[in-house]
């Protein structure tokens, strides 16, 4: 498999932008199913939290970039995205912008079939995904075609646009 998102953004050097579609992803993961069970994150507590994922989008945002993460969700949303959403905080707090978009309000819009990643404009980093939400196991295809960036980047700017800030947004 290549390498993760966070290698790229080590290298980015003005933006890097997330759109992601589905609504669940890993429903075996630990955390879910702690969450499932009522197990909810100290906002407060940074060190309980705060992960290497946070360490690589300060580092990020700390030389200039730009880091935008935008979600496209069904209403009424899964669990899995109330999960995502009472983590957000914590994207927040390390630097990323987060915008969530109603799937409904995305029917005149093109987009890519899959979530991505586009860094700089210029490398593109698509996520495969199984259809039980795992990551396939070659699930992260890199691709430094110009014009395929330039296609999710314009996707991406659509539903930003549209998308509305995390603070605002209240998961129906």
């Known amino acids: 498999m290549q390498p993760p998102a966070r290698e790229a953004l080590e290298q980015a050097q003005r ?20 969450w499932q069970h009522g197990q909810r994150l100290d906002l407060a507590d940074r060190s309980s939290w705060w992960g290497p994922w946070h360490d690589h989008v ?3 945002t700390a030389r200039g970039v730009t880091i935008r993460r935008a979600r496209i969700v069904s209403e009424p949303v899964t669990d899995y995205v109330r999960y995502e959403h009472d983590l957000t905080p914590t994207n927040l707090a390390a630097g990323e912008e987060v915008r969530w978009l109603p799937r409904r309000q995305t029917t005149d819009l093109a987009l890519p079939g899959t ?43 659509s539903v930003w ?3 509305i800030p995390h603070t605002e947004y209240h998961p129906a």
Do not use: M, N
Not at 24 to 31: R, V
Not at 133 to 156: H, I, M, N, Q, S
């Open 15 to 34: 933006s890097a932008v997330h759109l992601e579609l589905r609504d669940s992803y890993t429903l075996d993961d630990p955390g879910f199913i702690a």
């Open 58 to 60: 300060q580092a990020a």
């Open 115 to 157: 979530d991505f990643w586009v860094f700089d404009d210029e490398l593109v980093l698509f996520h495969h995904f199984a259809g039980d939400g795992k990551l396939a196991a070659d699930g992260r295809e890199y691709v430094t075609d110009l014009a395929r960036a330039k296609v999710c980047a314009e996707a991406f700017d």
């Open 161 to 163: 646009r549209r998308a």
